[in-house]
Nanobody, 125 residues
Framework: QVELRESGGGSVQNGGSLRLSCVVS????????MGWFRQVPGKEREGIAS???????TYADSVKGRFTISKDNGKNTLYLQMNSLKPEDTAMYYC???????????????????WGQGTQVSVSS
């Protein structure tokens, strides 16, 4: 059974940085497409970054140029480096995994069967 556990969330000021981690257990991260999503209460979950098993990437326009998704196959861990954070980035952040393949990964929430519990990111102005 694949399990995901996020960490690294917290509170930062406008313009600050955070790095989120997602440790994968039960399967190797190298064989999965992985994604980062975020959700604000009362709004739909938003796909923001994904990576396929070959390391090709996809980003939502809202984070392009500020966030970087990466993975360390040796540590079986997915990362999200978030720079130039804005108050509108405040949300619960989730990592997700799917055995399916999409070139660059996918930001479609419905194709990910496995999710972490989430980590909160708060950005103050």
């Amino acid at each position: 059974q694949v399990e995901l556990r996020e960490s690294g969330g917290g509170s930062v000021q406008n313009g600050g940085s955070l790095r989120l981690s997602c440790v994968v257990s039960g399967h190797t991260v190298s064989g999965y497409s992985m994604g980062w999503f975020r959700q604000v209460p009362g709004k739909e979950r938003e796909g923001i970054a994904s990576i396929d098993r070959y390391g090709r990437l996809t980003y939502a326009d809202s984070v392009k140029g500020r966030f970087t998704i990466s993975k360390d196959n040796g540590k079986n861990t997915l990362y999200l480096q978030m720079n130039s954070l804005k108050p509108e980035d405040t949300a619960m952040y989730y990592c997700a995994a799917t055995p399916g393949f999409w070139n660059g990964g996918t930001l479609r929430e419905d194709v990910y069967p496995t999710w972490g519990q989430g980590t909160q990111v708060s950005v103050s102005s």
